[in-house]
């Protein structure tokens, strides 16, 4: 028998790699049970972000609550026909019925260059003096 046949055939060495093959499968085990909740995890969060969205609650029409002849005196439309909200263009109770169903809540950010006016969220739109400071 030759030395690399009797290595191969040796009692310790077969224990050896069948404590390592145990080794390696415990660990492929463990790793797919990780593997597995992550991915059951992951599913019902985007379960329960889809559920947010889809409550049997039905989005009303543009119709329904724009009226952009209203206001003939401001642009109400872009130039691909998106609506420009303005006070007298929307029917307040319309929105606030659909919003209040899906519980979220809507705010606004407006970013203006460095000595811009900027209109304020007051009753008639007042014009907020020029900041000059950080």
Request: aromatic fraction near 12%.
């Amino acid at each position: 028998m030759s030395a690399l046949a009797f290595l191969f055939t040796s009692p310790k060495l077969k224990d050896r790699m069948t404590s390592q093959r145990k080794m390696m499968l415990l660990i492929l085990c463990a790793l797919s049970l990780i593997l597995i909740k992550y991915y059951f995890r992951l599913t019902l969060h985007l379960q329960k972000m889809y559920g947010c969205w889809n409550d049997q609650v039905e989005e009303p029409q543009l119709s329904a609550w724009f009226n952009s002849a209203n206001r003939s005196d401001v642009i109400t439309t872009t130039n691909w026909h998106a609506p420009i909200i303005w006070e007298g263009t929307y029917n307040r109770e319309v929105l606030e019925k659909y919003y209040k169903r899906l519980n979220i809540t809507i705010g606004l950010a407006v970013i203006a260059p460095a000595g811009a006016f900027v209109l304020t969220g007051g009753s008639g739109g007042e014009r907020k003096a020029p900041h000059n400071g950080p």
